[in-house]
């Protein structure tokens, strides 16, 4: 089979019964090397990880669709956008009105359609982990192996979905909710996204303790699944986390 096969239940045969998919999700938190050497061993179904990913990103949806409105969200989101918002000002009121209601919906299908994002997400990322891992550290993990692997590393970001959406149902303020940083897991949540320069508050929003605590398990989980060194799981996946951010935070500084 190609290395590139994506496992979506089970593996082949295994060296025995490994851990349930309930165990493997509790001790991601608890002791993760298990979980990545039991997925090593073969044992790479994910749906539940995955199940437990859209139920609080519809938690959240729920959430702000009751509380804040998606006529709100894509007002707010242009508001904070100074280009967005002078571009907003000079447009005919009938462009106006087009302008809105597509960013209205755009917004909430992306919200919506979390299911196929996700896999998608976690699709490309695996890849380029993949080859990262295989060809620059002379790793031997399959393509499954580390989708499933994210999966589970991935659980830490429900921390930041589900306090998002308890900070929209407990907060009395729709008009300052923000999208793009819903949840106080990150020091740009406690900046004005209007009267912080973009490129540091792109740079604050990055430093995100859910996504640091992500790319620490990404970064354990592919070393033990390719069977290299750790530090080299952590040179992959910090590495490619540091170049998104320059270059996000480079557009910010760039655009003004």
Same mark, same amino acid.
């Given at each position: ?13 295994t060296?025995? $019964? %490994? ?40 938690? +959240?949806?729920t959430?702000?669709t ?7 969200v894509?007002d707010n989101?242009v ?7 002078d ?5 005919p $009121? ?5 302008i809105?209601k ?17 896999l998608i997400?976690?699709?490309l990322g695996s ?5 990262t891992?295989?060809?620059v550290f %002379?790793?031997k ?14 659980l830490?970001? +429900?921390i ?6 308890i ?8 008009e ?8 106080p ?7 004005? $996204?209007t009267?912080?320069n973009?490129a540091l ?13 992500? +790319? ?13 060194k ?8 910090? %590495?490619w986390?540091?170049i ?5 935070v ?5 655009? %003004?």
């Open positions: 089979m190609s290395d590139l096969e994506i496992h979506p239940v089970a593996a082949a045969a060296a025995g $019964p %490994g851990l349930s998919q309930v165990e493997r999700v509790t001790s991601t938190f608890s002791a993760p090397s298990k979980v990545f050497e039991d997925i090593r061993n073969g044992h790479r179904s994910w749906w539940l990880p995955f199940v437990i990913a859209v139920v609080a990103s519809y938690i +959240l949806f959430a702000i009751v509380k804040v409105g998606w006529a709100q894509a989101a508001r904070i956008d100074p280009k967005a918002a571009k907003m000002a000079q447009a $009121p009938d462009q106006r009105a087009m809105m597509f960013t209205q919906y755009s917004m909430e299908g992306a919200v919506a359609a979390s299911p196929i994002l996700i997400v976690v699709a890849l380029v982990l993949w080859g891992i295989n060809f %002379g790793g993990a399959t393509f499954g192996s580390i989708f499933a692997m994210w999966m589970y590393a991935s830490p970001r +429900l930041q979905t589900l306090l998002g959406a900070v929209v149902f407990t907060s009395g303020t729709p300052t909710f923000n999208l793009n940083n819903f949840a897991t990150n020091l740009g949540a406690f900046l004005s $996204p009267d912080t973009a508050y792109k740079l604050a929003t990055a430093l995100d303790f859910t996504t640091i605590w992500t +790319l620490v398990l990404l970064s354990i989980g592919l070393a033990i699944v390719a069977k290299v750790r530090s080299s799981g952590y040179i992959a996946v910090f %590495g986390w540091a998104i951010v320059i270059i996000s480079g557009y910010k500084a760039a655009a %003004g």
